[in-house]
């Protein structure tokens, strides 16, 4: 009986050891299992982050161009306003200029002597449009400058720890 029993104990306790060993080999399996889920939570994340990013600078980008839209269109009509203007008689330019000598004064020395400043036909006809032309380079500048500091700071938030 006590060669029974022993046999019985020596069974149960290479039984135990074998349940230790494959607990061993499960409890690694659950830490590389564990492994692999945290990066993949981090990868989701991460993910989550740049399609956040992605949508805020596409937004900004919609933003920043109707915003340009708008100035252009303002700086058409004004344009187009300014060549009424002009064409009316209504508003009138502010050009340093210098008059050329026209030869008409006196002798004497008593009136002036030059002709009324004035621009040309095609300086008139080309002032609108570099005036306009000035706006639309602004806006633009002023488009890029914004979608620069908008990705300047999304480039910042992303190297942020949340």
Known sequence: MTRVLLGVAGALAMLLVLTALRLNDVGADLAQMTDKAEQATAQAASLRTTLRLQRELTEDQAAI??????????????????????????????????????????????????????????????????????????????????????????????GEPE
Do not use: M, W
Request: charged share 25%.
């Open 65 to 158: 161009a109707s915003t340009y839209l708008q100035e252009k269109t303002s700086a058409e009509k004004n344009r187009e306003d300014l060549y009424e203007c002009l064409a009316t008689g209504a508003c009138g330019l502010r050009v340093a200029a210098t008059c050329e000598h026209d030869g008409e004064a006196g002798a004497a020395g008593s009136g002036a002597d030059a002709g009324t400043p004035r621009l040309t036909a095609a300086a008139e006809r080309a002032y609108p449009a570099l005036q306009a032309g000035l706006h639309d380079q602004r806006a633009q500048i002023k488009g890029l400058q914004d979608a620069l500091f908008l990705l300047h700071r999304s480039c910042r938030l992303v």
